[in-house]
């Protein structure tokens, strides 16, 4: 697995309005766009494109174009939803499944409750957004039912991750190709799950359900 913890000032500013409690719910949702895309920006280092050629102005030249079949974006339900646009806005051609996955609070366990996936996710790169990289029981379930599917390559996109959920996604996906784009590692999980410092509930925090 390739581990990749953003490291840049302007992440780092915009992590840390976005875990102030005292912020909006409209001002959380711009804030996670915004870092998403600033995040796709280093998730989207290895997407596939092939040469092609156009006419400029003054001349032909060769560029490249996004390979099809085309990029998977998928947002893990609900709070995954919440970094959709700042991912699309980067890659317009993106095709967008969804994956819901819901935690038990108190067996802190996954389960599926809704998918809209292709069937045949062979030879597709793949883009799960989930914000935060907790226990890691959603993500590690999500990209083990992309693998299921035929996926040859996951990257996961978080806005912070605790070191206990990257070591459970880690043994998870043993040898497979996974990487995995945080804009922040946070020190710990509490006794509840909850990242920390973190920002509270996502989900809760963008759709204004405190
Ligand atoms: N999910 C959240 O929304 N926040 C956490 O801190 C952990 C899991």
Redesign the pocket.
Known sequence: MRLHVAEHPLITHKLTVLRDESTSSPVFRQLTEELVTLLAYEATRNVRVEPHEIQTPVTTTIGVKISEPRPLVVPILR?GLGMLEGMVKLIPTAEVGFLGMVRNEETLEPSTYAERLPDDLSDRQCFVLDP?L?TGGSLGAAIEFLFERGAQDVTAICLLGAPEGVAAIEKQIAGRDVTLVLGAMDERLNEK???VP?L????DRLYGTV
């Open positions: 709070a935060m907790a799950g909850y990242i973190g509270g509930d996502a989900g």
